[in-house]
T-cell receptor
Framework: GAGVSQSPSNKVTEKGKDVELRCDPI?????LYWYRQSLGQGLEFLIY????????KSGLPSDRFSAERTGGSVSTLTIQRTQQEDSAVYLC????????????FGPGTRLTVL | AQKITQTQPGMFVQEKEAVTLDCTYD???????LFWYKQPSSGEMIFLIY????DQQNATEGRYSLNFQKARKSANLVISASQLGDSAMYFC????????????WGAGTKLIIKP
């Protein structure tokens, strides 16, 4: 079956512009996660969605970051007024349910803010 | 304090040799899970192996095994008969508690397999 997909794979933008990153989880997975990975670093948790519950936004670094998940499936991460420090790879993962052990990751979106 | 420590930033290993990637963790929760992921240059995180804190036996998945030493709080990944395609970043991660979904990540180890 299809894995987690993300688009675009690469995004170059100018400082101050808004960007939208998309994640399409594995069909049937109710849990969805967004992470950020800066160069040479481990993953930083951003936000978590589980079914129709309110998302856990505790990892979002500032109010310029927001995310939504429509219909319990596709998710969009939006970064407003991008800054150079937002440059990173943004990874999306999904899992069957909150208690499931394994998160399956998409290929990521590499964001470069000039 | 670091929750997950990977002390080897980089390793070179000869093809066909076994390799051990170190991971130590820190938690006071008796229930936790430990994961290893592989990240090739393409960027995708690939799940390799999982060990639960209550599992009696060390986890194995094909050429991957997890050397789980609970008292020492270590969860080293062992790759047997390494292959060129094993060259990648390897991350150790931990989930604390039965219902906590967040993964805590180590900084990773870059493994390069030499022909």
């Amino acid at each position: 079956g299809a894995g987690v997909s993300q688009s675009p794979s690469n995004k170059v933008t100018e400082k101050g512009k808004d960007v939208e990153l998309r994640c399409d989880p594995i069909s049937g997975h109710t849990a969805l996660y967004w992470y950020r990975q800066s160069l040479g670093q481990g993953l930083e948790f951003l936000i978590y969605f589980q079914g129709n519950s309110a998302p856990d936004k505790s990892g979002l670094p500032s109010d310029r970051f927001s995310a939504e998940r429509t219909g319990g499936s596709v998710s969009t991460l939006t970064i407003q007024r991008t800054q150079q420090e937002d440059s990173a790879v943004y990874l999306c993962a999904s899992s069957l349910a909150q208690r499931t052990d394994t998160q399956y990751f998409g290929p990521g979106t590499r964001l470069t803010v000039l | 304090a670091q929750k997950i420590t990977q002390t080897q930033p980089g390793m070179f290993v000869q093809e066909k040799e076994a390799v051990t990637l170190d991971c130590t963790y820190d938690t006071s929760d008796p229930s936790y899970g430990l994961f290893w992921y592989k990240q090739p240059s393409s960027g995708e995180m690939i799940f390799l192996i999982y060990q639960g804190s209550y599992d009696q036996q060390n986890a194995t998945e094909g050429r991957y095994s997890l050397n789980f030493q609970k008292a020492r709080k270590s969860a080293n990944l062992v790759i047997s008969a390494s292959q060129l395609g094993d060259s990648a970043m390897y991350f150790c991660a931990m989930r604390e508690g039965r219902s906590n979904y967040q993964l805590i990540w180590g900084a990773g180890t870059k493994l390069i397999i030499k022909p």
